[in-house]
C-alpha cells in the first residue's frame, strides 16, 4: 500500500535550501520515491500554519518510505540544512478504494 512522508517545515534560512534540494531528489527517486507537492503556494483554511513550507512525498509502501527517511543519503542531505528548517514530519499509509470494506449495498 502506497505510503507518503510529509513534512512541515519552517523556514529560517533560506539561502541553504538550494544545496539540500540538489541532493534530496536523488535519494527519493533511489527508494521509488516521487515528489507530490514540493513548497509552492499554500492557503490556510484552518490551524495556524501560514509559515510553513510543506512537501509530500508518495512511496510505494511503508517500508521503503521509512528506508529513505533513515538512508544515510537522506540523512546526509539533512545536515545540509542545519539549523535552516525546523519540521514536523510523518509517515502516513495511503487509503486503496479497493480495499476498503464494502458498506453492504
Given at each position: 500500500m502506497?505510503a507518503y ?6 523556514v529560517?534560512?533560506p539561502e ?16 521509488g520515491?516521487r515528489y507530490?507537492?514540493r513548497?509552492?503556494t ?16 508518495e512511496f510505494?509502501?511503508m517500508?521503503?518510505?521509512r ?6 543519503g ?10 535552516a ?12 478504494p479497493?480495499?476498503?470494506?464494502h458498506?453492504?449495498?
Open positions: 502506497v512522508l510529509v513534512a512541515l517545515g519552517r529560517h534560512k541553504v535550501l538550494p544545496e539540500h534540494e540538489r541532493h534530496t531528489p536523488a535519494v527519493v527517486a533511489a527508494f520515491g507530490l507537492v513548497g509552492g499554500m492557503e490556510t483554511l484552518a490551524g495556524d500554519i501560514e509559515d510553513r513550507r510543506a512537501v509530500v512525498v510505494p509502501d517500508d521503503r518510505a528506508a529513505f527517511y533513515e538512508s544515510p537522506y540523512q546526509d542531505a539533512r545536515k545540509h540544512l542545519g539549523d528548517i525546523t519540521a514536523d514530519m510523518f509517515l502516513l499509509e495511503g487509503f486503496e479497493d480495499r476498503a470494506p458498506s453492504g449495498s
